[in-house]
């Protein structure tokens, strides 16, 4: 069997307390912007990347590496659900989205 071509990531996850998505940043925060995160183009570094984001259970949960590609201004989900991710939470008109 053959292995598939590691692809470029990000490391992704939920802020604990607030629930937003997050992204790790190539300096060790998180973001909640993937324009900001930190493309992962090598297997290796990305495997130790996760492990660094899953070392932080007071921080953040469900951490796991997501497709993502090069642009201009940074990295770019490729599947629907990273893309949805990065719009923030579906439903409306509640805690800190009442104002919006």
Known sequence: ???????????????????????????????????????IEDEAVAEDRLLFAISQ????????????KPTDTGPAPIHFREAFRTRGPSNYAHGKQAGE
């Open 57 to 68: 259970p007071d921080v953040v949960v469900g951490a796991y590496l997501a497709d993502a």
């Open 1 to 39: 069997m053959t292995r598939r071509p590691f692809t470029p990531k990000v490391v992704t996850a939920n802020a604990l307390l607030e629930g937003d998505a997050v992204w790790l940043t190539e300096d060790d925060r998180w973001t909640r912007d993937i324009a900001d995160a930190e493309l």
